[in-house]
């Protein structure tokens, strides 16, 4: 009798987009180098004491058990020291060696999650990319991956001998250099108390609040009623944004534009530190909501808005990701890097 044909069991990834405000965890294969998802869950983190509860409740409701994961990959917000993650907007650590216990030894790896959406560029379609800055993308050139959300991240990816390699930063952090009058006048609100101003300060979501609240004291009584009752239920960043795109709300368009024109200055200087000739590509879930505000042509403006550098900035393609699984598709890909070169088989 023929024994059955030994059939190779696609391995099973462990990926998580751990943010500072929302965790998204997800177990995914390829297939024919596609990512497939076989199981994903989303906590809000105030609701869960800890990483490890989230990681709980992945598996609670998943058809996959631990010891099956060949390989995780976690892309969290914030540096990584010695396979340890300390969150910088939140009391949460994160430990790549228990995981690896709870997975019964699979390998586990911690990067930077704007080094794990750098890592998912090569995964996305044509339809993932909205262009602001329409150019053709040099093969093998520099990347500029920038994305505003609950904080600010940047990572860039050079080409090394055949595919790109990621490399983390901490470049939100970098001290905010207003490009114009309109953006000192703002720096020297936001340090009036005399501390250092980042380029996080100002390009987050809690920084789209403190342009408004600037503004606000800039122009007293100009305030929409209904406005501040959402801003006192403490809805903050996302009300003002609904409030300039939907209502068109006067002093909220302005802080939204303001806001815009901050980030594109920042992610102009950044460009001009790698010369991303492979593309900028601006990511998160903010970018996501102001796209109709962004593609209006202020983010490029502030952009190229680089004196004699202008013309240089106005040759690398810059484009918004609108496909919200970005840092689990990188995470895969370097999961699949990671894991050990054996994998089990089973009979058809």
């Known amino acids: 009798m023929r024994s059955a044909p030994t059939m190779t069991v696609p391995p099973l990834f462990l990926v998580g987009d751990v943010g500072a405000t929302n965790t998204r965890l997800a177990i995914t294969t390829m297939r024919n180098g596609a990512v497939e998802w076989v199981h994903e869950v989303r906590v809000a983190d105030a609701e869960i004491p800890s990483f490890d509860a989230a990681l709980d409740t992945l598996f609670a409701a998943s058809p996959v058990e631990r010891t099956r994961i060949a390989a995780a990959c976690l892309g969290v917000a914030g540096p990584i020291l010695d396979h340890h993650a300390r969150f910088t907007h939140r009391d949460w650590t994160i430990d790549a060696n228990a995981i690896t216990a709870t997975l019964g030894g699979a390998p586990a790896k911690l990067v930077n ?41 940047v990572a860039y990816a050079v080409w090394c001998g055949n595919a790109y390699k990621a490399v983390a930063s901490e470049g939100g952090h970098a001290g905010f250099a207003p490009q114009n009058a309109r ?20 390009v987050c979501g809690a920084g789209l609040e403190r342009i408004y609240a600037t503004l606000c004291n800039e122009k007293p009584g100009a305030e929409s009623p209904a406005l501040r009752a959402e801003l006192d239920l403490r809805k903050g960043a996302p009300a003002i944004t609904r409030a300039a795109l939907e209502r068109n709300d006067p002093l909220a368009s302005e802080a939204l534009d303001l806001f815009i024109d901050c980030y594109g200055s920042v992610a102009g200087d950044h460009a001009l530190l790698v010369l991303p000739t492979g593309g900028v590509y601006v990511v ?25 550098f202008g013309d240089l900035a106005g040759t690398f393609p810059v484009s918004v990701v609108t496909n919200e699984h970005l840092g689990l598709i990188g995470a895969t890909l370097i999961a699949k890097s990671n894991m050990p070169t054996a994998q089990p088989t089973s009979g058809g």
């Open 113 to 153: 999650d704007l080094q794990a959406a750098a890592s998912g560029i090569d995964g996305l379609q044509e339809r993932d990319l909205v262009a602001l800055q329409p150019r053709t993308a040099v093969r093998g050139g520099a990347r500029l991956v920038i994305g505003a959300g609950t904080g600010l991240g």
């Open 183 to 202: 953006q000192m006048r703002l720096l020297e609100a936001l340090r009036a108390g005399g501390e250092r101003i980042e380029a996080e300060h100002v």
């Open 284 to 308: 998160g879930g903010i970018a996501a909501k102001i796209l109709p505000r962004l593609a209006a042509g202020g983010f490029v403006r502030a952009f190229t808005d680089k004196g004699r």
